[in-house]
């Protein structure tokens, strides 16, 4: 993402107040087989604020200016572990997990804390494509 639309953000809004500079990163998951209806879905949010200026120079797109108050920092200030188990991607992958490892009756991979972009493992008999998470980076 371009610091054009990060300028262009905290310029619309240099005049909106601190409470009222709430913001949501928002992630839904649906898994579905080819031919097939859906199957099971997931939704993961992190709620936070818009920051008056960019911190950090972690993550990418907007984590510079998304303020976390519980940690008092943005999303770019985070380590990779503390992202992952917060983020909303995080948060809609660990709530889809154990409802994919229920729909393979137990076969699947069993839910972690800091899941991260997985990568493809193996293939069930039913046609879903399962998936493992990675090691957490640091």
């Given at each position: 993402l371009g610091d054009v639309y990060k300028r262009q953000?905290?310029?619309?809004?240099?005049?909106?107040?601190w409470e009222h500079r709430t913001a949501q990163f928002h992630c839904a998951l649906a898994l579905a087989r080819p031919g097939h209806t859906q199957l099971v879905t997931a939704e993961g949010i992190c709620p936070g604020l818009i920051a008056m200026q960019p911190r950090g120079t972690?993550?990418?797109?907007?984590?510079?200016?998304?303020?976390?108050?519980?940690?008092?920092g943005t999303m770019a200030e985070l380590t990779t572990t503390q992202k992952d188990r917060i983020s909303h991607r995080g948060r809609a992958t660990s709530a889809i997990a154990p409802q994919i490892a229920t729909l393979l009756g137990g076969?699947?991979?069993?839910?972690t804390?800091?899941?991260?972009?997985?990568?493809?493992?193996?293939?069930?008999?039913?046609?879903?494509?399962?998936?493992r998470a990675s090691t957490p980076r640091q």
């Open positions: 953000l905290l310029y619309e809004m240099a005049t909106v107040s972690g993550g990418f797109g907007y984590d510079p200016l998304f303020y976390l108050p519980k940690y008092a076969d699947g991979f069993p839910p804390a800091g899941f991260q972009v997985p990568r493809p493992v193996a293939q069930h008999p039913s046609g879903i494509v399962v998936r």
